[in-house]
């Protein structure tokens, strides 16, 4: 092994004044750069391998990042993403400054978990989206897994989501093929759907792999009755003015999606096809859009949990239903979850880790972020009491769990997901479902800073703890506007600071969002 390490690590030095930073999903970074960090990688999730003995995964991807970026998320058994307790480790082991220093820092892990280097059962799964640099970085993550003598696969092109179903599925000892991802998912779908029904979706790719998946997945949605229509599958610039991250955030029809009508049903997926938000167009003189996004997939689904849940026997009828938000959830969806809908809503820091984890306290564990990443989570218990029911509400209660890529956010499985639940609560037209509550307006805005880490936060970011004068300065700001809020936060992959801000009007949002932006300057310069 220290031979294998030494010599590997030595091929792929870390570039000088490159300091790589585990954040809320992965590394990510220029692909040029990202060499030794996806081989030291390699060696991590072939240590967690072999600590658990069981099958981890690599998948090399930088998401809703323009096309010369990329990076690598890492996926646990579960088919969750790395554990919070080993991200120091991977920062450690991907700063390390020589193959010397890589091998102590391994040695000393090999040690502290008591990892025997036994291979057992274990290997890892490694997969990428399509950007130019995917299959030589992937290369590189199985040159790291080889280094620690245990076997990997290499899978080829897949969505992020794809890759952890497919570990998830491993160690359960269920077929993880793509044919079976499509199969179980389209065929639950009809179950949810039932015979007749009939839906055509228009569906922005963001000319990445999500395109690639989708052309698969339509052969098998045509059979239970849903047309998709694709969009930007390739022969355009990743995420470049399409895509889920350009839809959300600029509110625009692409331009290639132009021949849409007013009518029809729009979706946008990102490049890693791990988010999704809806949209339809607002008139057929400009490309503005009206957006449904994570926030309103939330409303909606929560609705018909809630329905679902209702129609059980007792006791089952009173199982918990929560929704997770983070900061950025538009005060507007919260107030209709709790009042509206009657669901349970807890707030986290940023980041797909803590809002996953926290809907794990949950029966039914909702949450999406407003940039259309989530997921639905089910207790196991919940889920076998189920299947000792023989009522329509169980049956259908579980076909939308197989529907659900719990393992992570799924964009694909998402579209599934909405479908079911605008068909089950005739939910006839995307304007419909937008009228279910009235956003707040809000605004997003950044600050580019030399060191985010020099700002600290609390009560689930949306306070700065740190420097305490800043939010003295962001409070006093806020009282001026009544029924307003923001918050300031580092970022989590660049050394930017993030300003929401929200309030009764559009005049009011522009006003507190430059003044706290102002602020944030005049403090940290």
């Not at 507007?332 to 979850?337: D, V």
């Not at 393992?407 to 479908?419: M, Q």
């Not at 929200?502 to 602020?519: G, P, Q, T, W, Y």
């Amino acid at each position: 092994m220290d031979a294998k390490i030494l010599e590997a690590a030595s091929k792929r030095p870390k570039p000088e004044s490159f300091f790589p930073s585990y954040g809320t999903a992965g590394f990510r970074a220029k692909a040029d750069l990202l060499s030794s960090t996806v081989f030291r990688c390699g060696i991590l999730m072939a240590l967690r391998a072999l600590k658990t003995n069981k099958t981890t995964g690599i998948c090399i991807t930088a998401s809703h990042n323009p096309a010369p970026d990329n990076g690598v998320k890492l996926v646990e058994p579960t088919g969750e993403m790395l554990l919070q307790e080993y991200e120091s480790l991977a920062d450690e082991m991907a700063r390390a400054e020589s193959p010397e220093k890589l091998l102590k820092i391994v040695k000393g892990a090999i040690e502290s978990e008591n990892i025997s280097c036994d291979q057992g059962n274990c290997e890892v799964l490694i997969a990428f989206d399509t950007r130019p640099s995917g299959e030589s970085l992937a290369t590189d993550a199985a040159s790291g897994v080889e280094c620690l003598g245990i076997s990997y696969k290499l899978l080829d092109r897949l969505t992020t989501p794809q890759l952890h179903w497919a570990v998830m599925r491993t160690n359960r000892g269920m077929d993880p093929s793509e044919e079976a991802y499509y199969a179980l998912l389209s065929n639950s779908f009809g179950v949810l759907v039932g015979k007749g029904f009939e839906k055509q979706l228009h569906i922005d790719c963001a000319n990445g792999v999500g395109a690639l998946k989708l052309e698969k997945m339509a052969v098998f949605l045509e059979k239970v009755g849903l047309r998709v229509i694709l969009h930007n599958t390739g022969d355009g610039v990743l995420n470049h003015e399409c895509g889920s991250d350009y839809i959300q955030k600029e509110k625009m029809l692409p331009s290639s999606m132009m021949g849409m009508q007013i009518n029809d049903f729009g979706c946008a997926v990102d490049g890693d096809a791990d988010r999704l938000v809806y949209f339809y167009r607002k008139s057929s003189e400009s490309n503005d859009i009206v957006l449904l996004d994570g926030d309103k997939i939330a409303a909606l689904v929560a609705g018909l949990f809630k329905d679902l849940v209702g129609s059980l026997p007792e006791p089952l009828c009173t199982s918990s239903i929560g929704v997770v938000q983070t900061a950025y959830a538009n005060g507007n969806s919260t107030k209709y979850l709790e009042e509206n809908v009657g669901c349970q809503v807890t707030i986290t820091p940023t980041g797909v880790k803590h809002l996953h984890k926290a809907a794990h306290n949950f029966d039914i564990g909702i949450y999406f972020e407003a940039n259309g990443h989530g997921t639905v989570l089910f207790k196991n218990t919940f889920l076998s009491a189920l299947e000792q029911e023989k009522g329509e509400a169980a049956k259908e209660l579980l076909a939308v769990s197989s529907v659900i890529n719990e393992a992570v956010g799924d964009a694909i499985s998402d579209i599934l997901l909405v479908e079911a639940a605008l068909n089950k609560r005739r939910i006839r037209s995307l304007s419909e479902w937008a009228a279910l509550y009235h956003d707040l307006p809000s605004k997003q805005l950044k600050v580019q800073i030399k060191d985010r880490s020099v700002i600290k936060t609390e009560d689930a970011e949306r306070r700065v703890a740190h420097p305490k004068e800043l939010q003295q300065a962001i409070d006093d700001a806020v009282a001026k506007y009544p029924g307003a809020r923001t918050f300031v936060r580092p970022s989590g992959t660049e050394d930017v600071v993030r300003i929401y801000t929200e309030a009764r009007n559009a005049s009011d949002v522009d006003e507190l969002a430059n003044m706290v932006k102002n602020i944030v300057i005049q403090t940290l310069s």
